[in-house]
């Protein structure tokens, strides 16, 4: 699968991919994650990519050029190297709306909630593009004419959009096959098991300062260590989470 992040940070993006099962994931051609530095896409020679907002008012806002610029080169090369047979992928007539294989995604803290679905979305896709928004936003005109998606992590504000990207990158990822060395593990996961919080895990000792192992993991009993886990899943959705509990 192919990310390609466009962000004024690129060696903050690239210093938390080089860790972790995204860098094996990549060093072992699961995954093709570039970084690019906006900059690079603009045509001054201060390389500026914010201005101040149309109608006044704090703080600047992320110019739609570098933008358009920065996706219509990372599309084109990527269709080039598919026609080349050099990277999978399915070409883009052009940068912006759902194409085939191909999203791109615009961080936002307005955008839909990233959830366990939308990973499973994305994860179905050969390649993704995420514009890491900064500064008051965005130009209007990426949102509306260039992004297929805008999400969110969270009711909240960072400073920019480059937390948000990676937080994307690895939740889509490690759905991707291969990528995590037991995928049985994915399958288990919060959301993943009919969208309940994952059960609560022990591992050895048995008992610690007092603090005993539930006695149905340690009995062997496969089908009641399952029932346990089913009914713990659940009890602790609905006192964390209880809006995941679908209504009857």
């Keep these: 699968m192919k990310f390609d992040i466009v962000t004024i940070f690129p060696k903050m993006v690239e210093a938390t991919l080089a860790e972790g099962i995204i860098a094996r994931a990549r060093a072992n ?37 570098p933008l358009f610029a920065a996706v219509e080169a990372i599309c084109a090369k990527r269709s080039a190297e598919a026609a080349s047979g050099r990277s999978g992928g399915e070409p883009a007539e052009d940068a912006g709306r759902r194409e085939g294989g191909r999203a791109v995604v615009l961080t936002s803290p307005d955008g839909e909630l990233l959830t366990h679905d939308v990973a499973v979305r994305l994860s179905a896709l050969d390649h993704v593009v995420i514009l890491c928004g900064r500064y008051e936003g965005v130009d209007e005109r990426v949102r509306e004419h260039l992004a297929t998606d805008t999400i969110s992590i969270g009711d909240y504000v960072v400073s920019g959009g480059e937390l948000p990207a990676l937080v994307i990158v ?79």
Excluded: C, N
């Design 29 to 65: 051609g699961l995954l093709d994650i570039r970084v690019h530095d906006l900059r690079d896409f603009t045509t001054d020679r201060h390389r500026v990519v914010d201005d101040v907002p149309f109608g006044g008012g704090p703080g600047m806002v992320l110019k739609p050029e």
């Design 170 to 248: 690895d939740a889509v990822a490690r759905l991707v096959p291969g990528v995590v060395g037991d995928e049985a593990s994915v399958a288990s996961d919060s959301f993943a098991r009919s969208g309940l919080l994952d059960y609560p895990q022990y591992t050895r000792p048995a008992e610690f300062r007092g603090m005993p192992v539930p006695p149905v993991l340690l009995s062997g009993h496969h089908a009641e260590i399952e029932k346990w886990r089913r009914e713990q899943a659940l009890e602790r959705t609905r006192k964390l989470r209880p809006d995941l509990i679908p209504e009857e």
